[in-house]
């Protein structure tokens, strides 16, 4: 059984959600950043559902902080709809994000997309056979759901390789925001251009010498992203 771990400093929000989860999923609870890095090192979670606002330390700096212990997936929890808001969750490592208040179907569904995306393509836990795609000098191993760089591993989250699954295993070919959501993230797209981004934007500062100039992943402005 998958364990997720949800992080609110509103006890009645971890109860809710708890309840949501708890027919399909072990739930564990935190109260603030804190309390949840020390669940993430103890509990190892398949999942995170991280509030934004809380004392001690917000959802925003735990994310960071969970990036450096971890690469399950992070749904991001939030009163507030700004696009500020949402760019700023992902830019500190989340995968996805919600509005609250939501719908228990609505949360399932990203709960449930998030786990089979982080299990089938960011987990090390499955290991095939020896398979590394190589595209301009920078390797994807497929086996071990790993990046090298310059012959230097380094870590991504599921949702990065997938996004660079996708786009190295079509190089020289331009992909729509659209598109690129559509494949990584296994859900209808819609008005997803600021998320993909975001993510690309993670990816250049770990692929390229310099990512305001990338070599390798590039916009072709109005139209999408390619990997070259």
Request: glycine fraction near 6%; hydrophobic fraction near 45%; aromatic fraction near 8%.
């Amino acid at each position: 059984m998958y364990r997720i771990l949800v992080v609110d400093d509103d006890p009645a929000i971890v109860r809710l959600i708890r309840e949501m989860l708890k027919n399909e999923y072990e739930v564990l609870g935190a109260g603030d950043g804190e309390e949840a890095l020390l669940k993430v090192r103890e509990g190892k979670p398949d999942l995170v559902i991280m509030d934004v606002m809380m004392p001690k330390m917000n959802g925003i700096a735990a994310t960071v902080r969970i990036r450096e212990l971890s690469n399950c997936p992070v749904l991001m929890l939030s009163a507030k709809a700004e696009g500020s808001d949402r760019v700023l969750g992902l830019q500190a490592g989340a995968d996805d994000y919600l509005v609250k208040p939501f719908f228990r179907e609505e949360l399932l569904a990203r709960v449930q997309a998030l786990l089979r995306r982080y299990d089938r393509l960011g987990s090390i836990r499955e290991r095939d056979a020896e398979d590394t795609l190589f595209v301009s000098g920078i390797g994807l191993n497929t086996a071990e759901k790993k990046l090298i760089v310059h012959g230097e591993t380094v870590p991504v989250t599921a949702t990065e390789y997938r996004i660079l699954l996708f786009l190295m295993q079509n190089p020289g070919h331009v992909f729509s925001a659209e598109e690129i959501y559509s494949h990584a993230w296994d859900s209808e797209a819609y008005s997803v251009e600021n998320t993909v981004m975001v993510h690309i934007n993670r990816i250049r500062k770990k692929i390229e010498i310099n990512p305001k100039r990338p070599e390798h992943l590039k916009v072709i402005w109005g139209i999408g992203y390619v990997f070259e």
